[in-house]
């Protein structure tokens, strides 16, 4: 078929289907599949696609349930693709027009010009020749399908049962419910070990004025024991405190809750506001603006290391564009991804003064005793390389915009016996840090 008779039809389906909150979900499927209609005999999209949009469709509406809210936070989340791609591990990847992204419905946007690039990276870069990822050719499952083009972003398809999961288990869908771990003073005093049920092992520092972060972060699969529990390893930027917090997060987490299964998956996270009513992970809300064609937040990171086996890291830089003020990230070899807008944080405006490295699970204490959560490899820090999870390749972006390496790291592990950190040093990695373990043992119930 003529790409020009594609193009235009695709389009008009597409058109219809975002004009359409008032006449029922059954219309969106079924101009969903007619758009896929168009894309299959156009040699877009495979039959699998196709089959497994019909059997949402089925499904969704064979449920019976009064999914008004649902529909509406679907078609809000989920706009027009012009391509779509099938990921092995069941995702749908919807190439999106860069300035049809969801970012620009947040209020605080309505005037904000996009920035396609950031004015100047930092100083001090050095390609990384340690890591065992050196490029984003493959990086998360979906790239083994196919790529988004030139002008589009790749975001994951957000499911009518991925709402439903956050909504059977009373939270708020995309969102989180907890504060970061905020070290007391002194380094090293004791800490309520609740969060809310949260546990956390982190190094950190603080007492100066941050301009940015990186860190290579070792990718695992964690064990999950019951689903509405998740393991992360991250990183934390902040400034301000208690319902003023704000926070810049970026790291790897499994959440069977969130995503719907056990792979770790790249994820972002930001709150303005202590994590009231502000931010989500990804793109679940308006506010991160994504540039990048090449990587899709909330995607699964495909390979992950294997005990005493061949080890992966993700490598992340996030900093403060000296002109602008936004937030930029990179992910991988400085491949750019999208920015937080200074216009979300009145306290991140100007600078961090805390940025932290590490691990947090939630324990719920399933059958009342600690959870068997993993964090990172599952193993304690002091079993090391290939074993214990690491975190190396730390770094800081000072005023100047010169990416430095920390002189100094504090750690602090809330259940030491159920989860740990250590720092150490060394030549090809300066500081470090190796942390995680099992959860519930003999140590730790």
């Not at 992966?312 to 830089?317: A, G, S, V």
């Not at 602008?324 to 400085?334: E, L, S, V």
């Not at 932290?356 to 959870?371: A, D, M, Q």
Request: aromatic content about 10%.
């Amino acid at each position: 078929m003529h790409t020009f008779y594609c193009e235009t039809a695709i389009m008009t389906c597409q058109k219809w289907r975002n004009n359409i909150l008032g006449y029922g979900l059954w219309v969106c499927f079924v101009l969903d599949l007619v758009s896929l209609t168009i894309l299959a005999l156009c040699n877009e999209v495979s039959s699998e696609i196709f089959t497994a949009k019909h059997q949402e469709g089925r499904s969704f509406l064979g449920s019976g349930l009064n999914v008004t809210g649902t529909q509406k936070l679907l078609l809000s989340l989920n706009k027009a693709a012009v391509k779509s791609i099938q990921s092995p591990d069941g995702d749908i990847i919807d190439c999106v027009l860069l300035h049809h992204q969801l970012a620009f419905d947040h209020p605080k946007l309505a005037d904000h010009k996009l920035q396609e690039a950031p004015s100047s990276w930092p100083r001090g870069i050095v390609a990384e020749s340690n890591s065992s990822q050196s490029s984003d050719e493959e990086l998360q499952l979906w790239h083994r399908m196919g790529r988004c083009p030139t002008g589009t972003i790749p975001v994951r398809r957000t499911k009518a049962e991925d709402i439903l999961r956050a909504v059977a288990a009373k939270k708020s869908f995309g969102r989180k419910t907890n504060e970061p771990l905020i070290p007391s003073s002194p380094p090293g005093a004791p800490q309520d070990s609740s969060s809310y049920g949260h546990e956390h092992a982190i190094a950190y520092v603080r007492g100066h004025q941050f301009h940015g972060a990186q860190a290579s972060i070792n990718v695992w699969r964690p064990r999950i024991q019951v689903s509405h529990e998740f393991s992360l390893s991250q990183m934390w930027l902040l400034s301000g405190s208690f319902v003023r917090l704000n926070s810049i997060e970026a790291g790897w987490q499994v959440s069977p809750e969130l995503y719907g299964d056990i792979n770790p998956r790249f994820f972002t996270y930001w709150t303005s506001d202590g994590y009231q009513s502000t931010g989500c992970y990804n793109l679940l809300c308006s506010g991160f603006i994504q540039v990048g064609h090449g990587i899709a937040l909330g995607a699964s990171i495909s390979p992950v290391s294997s005990f005493s086996g061949a080890q992966y890291d993700i490598n992340i830089l996030i900093w403060k564009d000296p002109r602008t003020g936004n937030w930029w990230m990179a992910y991988g070899q400085n491949s750019v991804v999208g920015y937080w807008p200074a216009e979300l944080f009145p306290h991140l405006r100007s600078y961090a003064t805390m940025i932290e490295w590490g691990g947090e699970v939630v324990n719920t204490r399933p059958g009342g005793k600690h959870t068997a959560t993993q964090m990172g490899s599952g193993h304690f820090p002091e079993q090391g390389f290939s074993q214990a999870s690491y975190i190396r390749n730390i770094g800081l972006v000072d005023s100047r915009n010169q990416l430095q390496l920390p002189s100094y790291l504090h750690t602090l592990a809330q259940r030491p016996r159920c989860y740990d950190i250590k720092s150490s040093y060394n030549k090809n990695w300066g500081l470090h840090v190796y942390y995680g373990g099992p959860g519930q043992n003999p140590g730790c119930r």
